[in-house]
């Protein structure tokens, strides 16, 4: 499984800006897609997944209520996913990463997710 980011940037805060995480390769063989991010000198952090198969979904406490996430059908060997940000804060700008598992039931413990993107940065400027 191959999972490549894109979306992010430099915004001021209180904009919106929108990921986009493309799944291609064994897609079959995950249940389960989420984000997570790492600021400089953090420790990685979940920000939110969705199921695959019934769009299940999940947020952090952080992030819930101005994060939105989505997934869209399978269709030439690919499948989407996104994360729709919203009001953006300072404390927001991290380095997101796409990931996905093998697990129905992932949690939200980065341990729990075997396949990973390359990272997209995103900063918030107060």
């Known amino acids: 499984v191959t999972l490549v980011e894109s979306g992010g940037g430099s915004v001021q805060a209180g904009d919106s800006l929108r990921l986009s995480c493309t799944a291609s390769?064994?897609?079959?063989?995950?249940?389960?897609v989420g984000w997570f991010r790492q600021a400089p000198g953090k420790e990685r952090e979940f920000v939110a997944y969705?199921?695959?198969?019934?769009?299940?979904?999940?947020?952090?406490e952080s992030t819930k209520g101005r994060f939105t996430i989505s997934r869209d059908t399978l269709k030439w060997g690919r499948q989407n996913m996104y994360l729709q940000m919203n009001s953006l804060e300072p404390e927001d700008t991290a380095v997101y990463f796409c990931?996905?598992?093998?697990?129905?039931?992932?949690?939200?413990?980065?341990?729990?997710?075997?396949?990973w993107g390359q990272g997209t940065s995103v900063t918030v400027s107060s």
């Open positions: 990931a996905a598992s093998r697990k129905y039931y992932s949690g939200t413990e980065a341990y729990n997710f075997n396949y």
């Open positions: 390769g064994d897609i079959g063989s995950t249940y389960t």
């Open positions: 969705i199921r695959w198969s019934d769009g299940t979904f999940n947020y952090s």
